[in-house]
């Protein structure tokens, strides 16, 4: 069972560039979630989205972008890369029962601005 | 606001010994849910425990066991009889509505 893919699951990115990063679920969850880790650190949500068509901001959305066009996907588009945004990426996904259903992670994705 | 409090930033236990790691929570909605998530050096996020605002009984998964006080707003994780894989990081969290948030975390460190 696949659950939530990430790609890539590293990478470097020079200051000023732009990406995009990836997550694929395929358990037909309607929540999704992007999060971001710094070293050393808890996880701050960055957007989330309760079904397709409708994102909305977290606690730390800046310098960060969602779209939500299918259920199964939910990609993180990084606009003009900041130092700041140096940090691992975690895509999770839950079913639409909010408050009784763990989130399902996947792996991470490593992101250096350099 | 910080929603989500966990103040051990690291915590050592013997094995074999019981250990508790600490979370506040704030939140005035009444219905809420309440998680722990291990993280160990590997990097993935992996669920252990939940806990309903409305459940009357503490949760218990295995050696996991969560300690509801819900007038103190606190949800502690306790882990009983420790091993060494155990040593993690401990993340607490809190789905309120949409959106789940996360506590800074506790490193736990299981000497032999």
């Known amino acids: 069972n696949a659950g939530v893919t990430q790609t890539p699951k590293f990478r470097i990115l020079k200051i000023g560039q732009s990406m995009t990063l990836q997550c694929a679920q395929d358990m037909n969850h309607n929540y999704m979630y992007w999060y971001r880790q710094d070293p050393g650190m808890g996880l701050k949500l960055i957007y989330y989205s309760v079904g397709a068509g409708i994102t909305d901001k977290g606690e730390v959305p800046n310098g960060y972008n969602v779209s939500r066009s299918t259920t199964e996907d939910f990609p993180l588009r990084l606009e003009l890369a900041a130092p700041s945004q140096t940090s691992v990426y975690f895509c999770?996904?839950?079913?639409?029962?909010?408050?009784?259903?763990?989130?399902?992670f996947g792996q991470g994705t490593r992101l250096t601005v350099v | 606001a910080q929603k989500i409090t966990q103040t051990q930033p690291g915590m050592f236990v013997q094995e074999k010994e019981a250990v508790t790691l600490d979370c506040t929570y704030d939140?005035?909605?009444?219905?809420?849910?309440l998680f722990w998530y291990k993280q160990p050096s590997s990097g993935e996020m992996i669920f252990l425990i939940y806990q309903g605002s409305y459940d009357q009984q503490n949760a218990t998964e295995g050696r996991y066991s969560l300690n509801f006080q819900k007038a103190r707003k606190s949800a502690n994780l306790v882990i009983s009889a420790s091993q060494l894989g155990d040593s993690a990081m401990y993340f607490c969290a809190m789905r309120e509505g949409h959106d789940m948030r996360f506590g800074a975390g506790t490193r736990l460190t299981v000497k032999p």
């Open positions: 939140t005035s909605d009444p219905s809420y849910g």
């Open positions: 999770a996904s839950s079913v639409t029962v909010p408050e009784g259903t763990e989130a399902f």
